[in-house]
């Protein structure tokens, strides 16, 4: 099972300010299934990034990600109010088709 | 307006079973795969599971291997997922997601993305 590891465990900001966000696997991952994902309290997860660096439908673009075998980012620039929560990367594998979730990353306002 | 719906809170007994209800609409549940997540409380997400709604070919978690059944019922665009022998350690908030896949032109792959998600349901253990 491949191990997905979220650094740091929290990250403190200001608004406006850019958040820097890192995934790793404990083996390589395809970029076709690195996936983000951000949680607010009491709601479901809403899809950030898929294929690692796509932007789902609706996301702004100051949300990108990047990365490739074992190292992927979610890079978030001008820290907006809305955008503090917690931060989950996924990764798929495709045979069979298996899945895990990284321990998340919760960005708090300094 | 695409969503999924899913049923009611539950309280269960250790050793008991419990069936979530995730109801689609707005999109034919057979187009796309269901991923099931729980939450446990103040904790991340966990996979448990997933299924091809139209072929019912089913993928589970190593940990949950044996206790858990995933199905899907076309004819009321219906996913359940039923865990049994419940422990204290499945308290959770249980989600279904859809599995959207997107089409990449360059590659010719698809790319797969929990695009939209259920409510959520809790489901407390408790003696």
């Known amino acids: 099972e491949i191990v997905l590891t979220q650094s740091p465990g929290t990250l403190s900001l200001s608004p406006g300010e850019r958040a820097t966000l890192s995934c790793r696997a404990s083996q390589s991952v395809s970029s076709r299934y690195l996936a983000w994902y951000q949680q607010k309290p009491g709601q479901a997860p809403r899809l950030l990034i898929y294929g690692a660096s796509s932007r789902a439908t609706g996301i702004p673009d100051r949300f990108s990600g990047s990365g490739s075998g074992t190292d992927f980012t979610l890079t978030i620039t001008r820290l907006e109010p809305e955008d503090f929560a917690v931060y989950y990367c996924q990764q798929y594998g495709s045979s069979p088709p298996m899945s895990t979730f990284g321990q998340g990353t919760k960005l708090e306002i300094k | 307006q695409v969503q999924l719906v899913q049923s009611g809170d539950e309280v269960k007994k250790p050793g008991a079973s419990v069936k979530v209800t995730c109801k689609a609409s707005g999109y034919s549940i057979i187009s796309y795969g269901i991923n099931w997540v729980r939450q446990a409380p103040g904790q991340g997400l966990e996979w448990l599971g997933w299924?091809?709604?139209?072929?019912?070919?089913?993928n589970y978690a190593q940990k949950l291997q044996g206790r858990v059944t995933m199905t899907t019922d076309t004819s009321t665009s219906t996913a359940h997922m039923e865990l049994r022998s419940l422990r204290s350690d499945d308290t959770a908030v249980y989600y279904c997601a859809r599995e959207f896949k997107y089409y990449d032109v360059l590659t010719g792959y698809y790319i797969p993305g929990l695009d939209i998600w259920g409510q959520g349901t809790t489901v407390t253990v408790s003696s």
């Open positions: 299924i091809n709604t139209y072929t019912a070919n089913t």
